[in-house]
């Protein structure tokens, strides 16, 4: 009896450690910064359905029109999705076509070898889950946009 009561006081311990732990992470200030900005320029979409197909899979990460889920909110979850939003803004961002894209160049290979959306992302959202036509649309486009692929080799042997 003494052996239970032992086992449930350290189960209660532990589970008032991660409370205790939760709570006071709360106070780091860091993912709470749920701004958009507005839209300067997006890219030539081909059409309304590819545009929808990266609003759907691309635009929260990828763009100035990121939906703030609730739990964007609470820490830890706020660092993380924060961290992604800044770093895909950062590399690719389909609100502010009119500047530099840093890796635009890489947007067909991450979509076709199934880096992007990430995978954890595709669980909350099944807005995300491409099948495989839609994923071949959104390639062609950025194959397209960026002269790579079958469409754009030769382009620069000019």
Same mark, same amino acid.
């Given at each position: ?53 990266? *609003? ?9 029109? %990121?939906?703030?889920? @609730?739990?964007?909110?609470? &820490?830890?979850? $706020? ?28 947007? *067909? ?9 990430? %995978?954890?992302?595709? @669980?909350?959202?099944?807005? &995300?889950?491409? $099948? ?27």
């Amino acid at each position: 009896m003494q052996r239970m009561l032992l086992r449930w006081g350290g189960i209660a311990i532990a589970v008032i450690v991660t409370v205790v732990l939760l709570l006071l992470i709360q106070a780091v200030p860091y993912g709470r910064d749920h701004s958009n900005p507005p839209v300067r320029q997006e890219p030539p979409w081909d059409s309304p359905k590819t545009r929808a197909l990266a *609003a759907g899979a691309c635009f929260d990460c990828h763009s100035n029109q %990121t939906h703030w889920p @609730w739990y964007s909110n609470i &820490a830890p979850a $706020s660092w993380l999705i924060q961290h992604d939003v800044s770093a895909g803004r950062d590399k690719v961002n389909f609100s502010e076509w009119d500047r530099p894209q840093e890796e635009s160049d890489e947007l *067909a290979e991450q979509v076709e070898e199934n880096k992007m959306p990430p %995978t954890y992302y595709r @669980w909350f959202h099944s807005e &995300a889950r491409l $099948s495989s036509a839609e994923r071949e649309a959104l390639i062609r486009w950025f194959e397209t946009m960026f002269g790579q692929g079958e469409a754009g080799e030769g382009e620069d042997e000019h």
